[in-house]
């Protein structure tokens, strides 16, 4: 399918109409004038093959220039070109500032294979509504080094103060990603025993987080499927569910996956506070299993007040839905993030919560506690036959050991997820 678009006899010279047609010119769908992108994106998503929009005849509804590379969507979702996007001014909404995001990169080398999560990430924004306290993404050079640019775009005073209300899409990535991978041999990219040249959306960001980060990710994830790359989804959102269709194409070339660190729900508000609860995190899950997608847990992090009867039950809800890997990490009491939970905790009543997580600056305090949940985690999941934990132990953790418990963190460390990808 592609798009059609014919000049308007009664218009200016750039209102033009704009269809949708068939491989034999037959009409699928007639957009009249100025389709907005999230028209464009949905109806993507609901033929289930990927438009492309470079070079189509759209033209950009503020100059009327033809869109034939980069473009973003105006605040009320019409198409610009790549000029006039970069001269918007943003929205705030709900204490929600949002514009378009003027960074290049499409795919970068990750980490993350340290995880063995992946060897590539695409992040569909820069921002993340969710604003959870402990994220560490704020603290990186991809929001840290861009203070400039965060201030300008959104008005960012302070990038990890502000974490949670600001998010810069990345509307083009689709097209941008199809045209990278023409040019790239999947064979030849890096891979890595652990990471399989997986690539995952979204590390810096939550790629279903709303609608429009969906249907950046949908293109992303519609094209890696193409190149039969495998995929892995990282998501606190139940949004993900909307494109279940699409996993299922991918077969088992594809992870998706959520975090749920614990289902106490108002402890999981007072620390992700525009994040879905974890029950819907869960039911996300439960459809994704009911659709035979394979999925992921992230038991990430726990909490030091978690007794092992709530570890032993998050389990059980985990085991409910047969996931091929449940990954656990104990929190990690490092920098700012790590103050901001402490008091996102006492704000909101959580005082014996902050007290524990005070005490964990204690480096003792700590490696006690990590090591305990990490073998509780371990213990409890025997319970069940179908959990396979997979621990992610801190290298100061690691460095903190010896003999055989040091062995067996590396051993940890070192392997490789059992998913079959
Ligand atoms: S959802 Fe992920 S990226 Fe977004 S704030 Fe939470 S931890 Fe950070
Ligand atoms: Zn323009």
């Given at each position: 399918m592609h798009l059609e678009t014919e000049r308007d006899p009664d218009g200016g010279w750039f209102d033009r109409f704009v269809r949708l047609v068939d491989e034999d010119g037959e009409l699928v769908e007639d957009f009249g004038e100025h389709p907005t992108l999230d028209k464009l994106r949905e109806v993507e998503r609901r033929h289930g093959e990927r438009i492309n929009l470079w070079q189509q005849g759209l033209v950009c509804y503020k100059c009327g220039n033809q869109i034939n590379d980069r473009f973003a969507a105006q605040t009320d979702g019409h198409l610009l070109c790549w000029d006039c996007a970069s001269s918007e001014e943003g929205e705030e909404k709900g204490g929600l500032r949002t514009n378009v995001d003027p960074t290049k990169s499409v795919l970068s080398a990750s980490k993350l294979h340290e995880k063995s999560l992946c060897d590539y990430v695409i992040n569909v924004a820069t921002g993340c509504r969710h604003g959870c306290r402990f994220c560490y993404v704020p603290s990186t050079p991809a929001v840290d080094s861009r203070e400039e640019m965060l201030e300008e775009k959104a008005e960012v005073d302070d990038p990890q103060r502000n974490w949670g209300s600001y998010i810069l899409y990345r509307d083009d990535l689709p097209e941008r990603l199809h045209q990278g991978l023409q040019k790239k041999n999947f064979s030849d990219w890096k891979k890595t025993d652990r990471g399989r040249g997986i690539v995952m959306l979204s590390s810096g960001t939550?790629?279903?987080?709303?609608r429009r980060a969906a249907q950046i990710t949908h293109g992303c994830v519609q094209e890696l499927i193409e190149h039969d790359i495998p995929v892995r989804i990282l998501s606190r959102s139940p949004n993900l569910t909307r494109d279940i269709d699409l996993f299922k194409k991918a077969g088992d070339r594809i992870a998706v996956g959520t975090s749920i660190p614990t289902f106490d729900a108002s402890l999981v508000n007072a620390l992700e506070p525009n994040a879905p609860p974890p029950q819907a995190r869960w039911e996300a899950l439960d459809q994704l299993f009911r659709a035979g997608v394979p999925r992921f847990v992230s038991f990430s992090p726990t909490y030091p007040t978690m007794s092992r009867g709530e570890i032993r039950e998050a389990l059980g809800w985990f085991a409910a839905v047969d996931p091929d890997v449940v990954f656990h990490e104990p929190i990690n009491p490092r920098g700012i993030n790590f103050d901001m939970c402490v008091e996102a905790t006492r704000d909101a009543g959580y005082e014996k919560v902050a007290d524990e997580l005070e005490n964990l600056k204690d480096e003792d305090t700590w490696k006690e506690y990590a090591l305990d949940h990490i073998e509780a985690v371990r213990e409890e999941a025997k319970v069940y036959d179908n959990i396979d934990i997979h621990t992610w132990p801190d290298r100061r953790l690691i460095n903190a050991v010896d003999g055989k418990k040091k062995q067996e963190l590396l051993r940890e460390k070192k392997r490789v997820s059992p998913e079959s990808f």
């Amino acid at each position: 399918m592609h798009l059609e678009t014919e000049r308007d006899p009664d218009g200016g010279w750039f209102d033009r109409f704009v269809r949708l047609v068939d491989e034999d010119g037959e009409l699928v769908e007639d957009f009249g004038e100025h389709p907005t992108l999230d028209k464009l994106r949905e109806v993507e998503r609901r033929h289930g093959e990927r438009i492309n929009l470079w070079q189509q005849g759209l033209v950009c509804y503020k100059c009327g220039n033809q869109i034939n590379d980069r473009f973003a969507a105006q605040t009320d979702g019409h198409l610009l070109c790549w000029d006039c996007a970069s001269s918007e001014e943003g929205e705030e909404k709900g204490g929600l500032r949002t514009n378009v995001d003027p960074t290049k990169s499409v795919l970068s080398a990750s980490k993350l294979h340290e995880k063995s999560l992946c060897d590539y990430v695409i992040n569909v924004a820069t921002g993340c509504r969710h604003g959870c306290r402990f994220c560490y993404v704020p603290s990186t050079p991809a929001v840290d080094s861009r203070e400039e640019m965060l201030e300008e775009k959104a008005e960012v005073d302070d990038p990890q103060r502000n974490w949670g209300s600001y998010i810069l899409y990345r509307d083009d990535l689709p097209e941008r990603l199809h045209q990278g991978l023409q040019k790239k041999n999947f064979s030849d990219w890096k891979k890595t025993d652990r990471g399989r040249g997986i690539v995952m959306l979204s590390s810096g960001t939550d790629c279903y987080q709303d609608r429009r980060a969906a249907q950046i990710t949908h293109g992303c994830v519609q094209e890696l499927i193409e190149h039969d790359i495998p995929v892995r989804i990282l998501s606190r959102s139940p949004n993900l569910t909307r494109d279940i269709d699409l996993f299922k194409k991918a077969g088992d070339r594809i992870a998706v996956g959520t975090s749920i660190p614990t289902f106490d729900a108002s402890l999981v508000n007072a620390l992700e506070p525009n994040a879905p609860p974890p029950q819907a995190r869960w039911e996300a899950l439960d459809q994704l299993f009911r659709a035979g997608v394979p999925r992921f847990v992230s038991f990430s992090p726990t909490y030091p007040t978690m007794s092992r009867g709530e570890i032993r039950e998050a389990l059980g809800w985990f085991a409910a839905v047969d996931p091929d890997v449940v990954f656990h990490e104990p929190i990690n009491p490092r920098g700012i993030n790590f103050d901001m939970c402490v008091e996102a905790t006492r704000d909101a009543g959580y005082e014996k919560v902050a007290d524990e997580l005070e005490n964990l600056k204690d480096e003792d305090t700590w490696k006690e506690y990590a090591l305990d949940h990490i073998e509780a985690v371990r213990e409890e999941a025997k319970v069940y036959d179908n959990i396979d934990i997979h621990t992610w132990p801190d290298r100061r953790l690691i460095n903190a050991v010896d003999g055989k418990k040091k062995q067996e963190l590396l051993r940890e460390k070192k392997r490789v997820s059992p998913e079959s990808f």
